[in-house]
């Protein structure tokens, strides 16, 4: 779940991350399509949903900093 935000949180399509989720053990893409979509719906993205949950917008920017590098 960790790696799907942090990969979602810097821009990779929530499709791409749902199939990467998909290749790990007893996983389904499905799951992760509808708990990313799930937070864009309760929370408006996640972004916000990281917001939320205490992540500042500065960690947030460099942590898209250093996963874009």
Known sequence: MLVALL???AG????VTARDYARSDSCLEG?????LA???RRYGGIADYLA???VGSETLAATRNR???
């Open 7 to 9: 990969l979602t949180a």
């Open 12 to 15: 990779v399509d929530a499709a």
């Open 52 to 54: 939320t949950v205490g």
């Open 67 to 69: 996963l874009l590098r």
């Open 38 to 40: 799930h937070l864009d």
């Open 31 to 35: 799951t992760m399509r509808e708990t």
